[in-house]
């Protein structure tokens, strides 16, 4: 120090070590010559350290009495890249009092001169107080820092951000006293959030005017951790922002108890690796009216989300909740995952749901889900690409797949893609083909078995095949009755050619009530126990066959016994009696008689030994119908 009091690394500034090994001294009340307490940040080495006298040349340093630059608790900050920022809260731009000021530095060189808007992020209004200690600097892990003004009226962690708070550059309140909260979380992934202390819809789009819907002017960006901060207001999201953080590889998440609209493009282009991933998720519909593009990070567009998620009730008005792309739209994520999903509210007092309407997509892999059976899922126009292997897109509708786009509105050329609808009737396919089908099968939920490769369509209706009891080869009366466990059967009741894919197991056992010395007839055969099960995910219904059991008649041989005698009389006609007959065949005790209706000798002349025949023969008797005479 050079003036009394000046306090060089006092315990109100202190020394704050780097994560590189070097350090920096904060004197917060060094005087700048004739300026009281203009304050200064020097840069020192961690091998060679410092020496000599405080100045603008060797340090960071105020310009106006009380200043106090690096004043305070946590006046510097150190990042996880050896970087670090010093806070002013209390600096004066200009005739502007209590600005306030963020300052970035090399933590290899660090920084000198005079604090201004040309090496900071600076206050324009009096006490906007610029990184003050209610709201401060938070060092994300992946060397970036955001840094909050919750009293200011309406960066990247390897070159910083400079210049005045505005909405291009800075996360800004949806309206006046709206307060930023001073709490700015870093998650394991690098994304954060910053917390309105009093926001119903978030609006992505360039900023020239208030809000649509009111709640707020213009120049506002929502990038929340809760639903349930600013519930009711409608936010804004200036796109520049959003891609200047995604292109620092830092995941965002943006959340509106009603509505999202993306109405400018957000294209991220992160020369470093890969952009960050972006969250969307609403409480009623996400309405992309302009193109999204993520430099291989993640893209989730997350609607109708559940009251568990977090939705205030309240703020989600009525209407039907949609995912739309508008027409010329598209999602981009390079090799990252995107992920859209209509959920079903479940809890919310206004939970209806409509359609997903998808146009081009691009990603590794790609997820679409609408759980309602109240929407369908719709692919307008262009391509859904995936680049990804195994399943590299999956379909999924509670009620219907709708395909407007032909035939190559998939393409997974690495990999496959997956289809699942409530059944074949309801979809409109436009082309598109599958190797595979399979019934019974809920997304999320079970499935039969299918092929772990090849493009396939998924159905969780159960249409019913009919087993009916095939007819059983024909009885003679008096045969028994035959075995029903594992009776033979036929199946009807297939859509288009599934019989030939379709693999049945299991058996049936029926009952008849057909019995040995039953008569003549047909007899059904009726289901009695046992399961069928299809390789393709069909049910089955069990039908009786009435006339599954047919008898046939027993076939009697009748023969002559004794003898057949009388006077001669001059013709041929023989005189027969009961017991010139027999029967050959007869079942069990069934009692039955046979009778001519008239017999001839083979010639009308006297003899013995002669041949007799008998015409006209008939049965008669309880049982004789379950009988016929041979020829």
């Known amino acids: 120090g050079s003036t009394a009091s000046d306090q060089v690394g006092s315990t109100s500034g202190g020394i704050t070590a780097l994560t590189n090994g070097n350090y920096v001294v904060a004197s917060p009340v060094w005087d700048n010559g004739s300026i009281v307490n203009a304050g200064a940040a ?82 324009s209004t009096a006490s906007d107080q610029v990184g003050s200690t209610s709201g401060g600097i938070t ?79 213009g120049g506002t960006l929502s990038d ?58 609403a409480g009623r519909s996400i309405l992309v009216n302009a193109s999204i593009a993520t430099d291989g990070g993640d893209l989730s567009l997350l609607a109708n989300e559940k009251l568990s998620a977090g939705v205030v009730d309240a703020y989600r008005d009525p209407g039907a909740a949609v995912v739309a792309m508008a027409a010329g739209t598209s999602l981009d994520a390079g090799t990252g995952a995107v992920t859209v999903r209509l959920d079903d509210g479940a809890g919310k007092t206004n939970r209806a749901a409509g359609d997903v309407t998808l146009r081009s997509i691009t990603a590794g892999t790609l997820t679409a889900q609408n759980a309602n059976s109240t929407g369908d899922l719709v692919l307008a126009s262009g391509t859904l690409a995936a680049s990804g292997t195994g399943t590299a897109i999956t379909l999924a509708s509670g009620r219907n797949v709708v395909n407007a786009a032909g035939a190559a509105a998939l393409s997974a050329p690495n990999g496959r ?49 009919t087993a009916t009891p095939a007819a059983l080869p024909p009885l003679t009366y008096g045969d028994a009755a035959p075995a029903l466990a594992g009776y033979g059967y036929t199946l009807s009741g297939y859509l288009g050619a599934d019989a030939a894919a379709d693999a049945v197991t299991g058996s049936l056992s ?19 126990s046992g399961a069928l099960a299809s390789s393709l995910g069909y049910g089955f219904t069990y039908a009786s066959n009435p006339g599954g059991i047919t008898v046939g008649q027993k076939t009697l041989t009748p023969s002559l016994l004794g003898a057949v005698v009388k006077p001669y009389d001059g013709d041929a006609t023989a005189a027969l009696a009961a017991g010139n007959y027999a029967l050959a065949g007869l079942y069990g005790t069934d009692s039955v008689t046979l009778s001519a209706a008239g017999g001839s000798y083979d010639t009308k002349a006297v003899g013995t030994g002669k041949a007799v025949t008998f015409s006209g023969l008939s049965l008669a008797g309880p049982k004789a119908a379950n009988y016929q005479l041979s020829a």
């Open 510 to 528: 029926g009952t008849t009530p057909y019995a040995a010395g039953s008569d003549v007839g047909t007899y059904a055969v009726t289901y009695a």
């Open 224 to 281: 929340y951790d809760s639903f349930s901060k600013s519930p009711a207001a409608d936010v804004s999201l200036a796109p520049s922002f959003l891609t200047a953080t995604l292109n620092t590889g830092t995941n965002v998440t943006l959340q509106a108890n009603n509505d999202i609209t993306v109405a400018d493009p957000v294209l991220a282009n992160n020369p470093a690796g890969n952009g960050g991933s972006l969250t969307l998720r």
């Open 417 to 465: 893609f997956l289809v699942y609808s409530t059944s074949p009737a309801g979809d409109t396919l436009g082309g598109l083909t599958g190797a595979f089908r399979r019934f019974s099968c809920a997304y999320g939920g079970s499935c039969p078995s299918f092929p772990a490769a090849g493009n396939g369509f998924l159905y969780a209706a159960t249409p019913q095949l």
């Open 139 to 217: 060092a994300l892990t992946n060397g970036n820092y955001v840094v909050a003004s919750p009293v200011w009226d309406n960066g990247s962690g390897t070159t910083g951000v400079v210049g005045t708070i505005n909405a291009t550059n800075s996360v800004i309140g949806p309206s006046a006293s709206a307060g930023l909260s001073s709490i700015v979380t870093d998650t394991v992934n690098n994304t954060y959030y910053t917390r309105f202390a009093n926001a119903q819809k978030v609006y992505a789009s360039a900023i020239t005017g208030p809000t649509a819907g009111g709640g707020g002017g």
């Open 42 to 123: 020097t840069f020192c080495s961690g091998t060679t350290g410092c020496s000599g006298t405080v100045s603008a040349t060797n340090s960071l340093v105020g310009s106006t009495a009380s200043d106090q630059v690096g004043g305070g608790s946590g006046g510097i900050t150190a990042l996880t890249n050896g970087n670090y920022l010093v806070r002013s809260p209390v600096w004066d731009n200009g005739a502007t009092v209590n600005a306030g000021a963020a300052t970035f530095c090399s933590g290899t060189t660090g920084c000198s001169g005079t604090v201004s808007a040309t090496n900071s992020l600076v206050g």
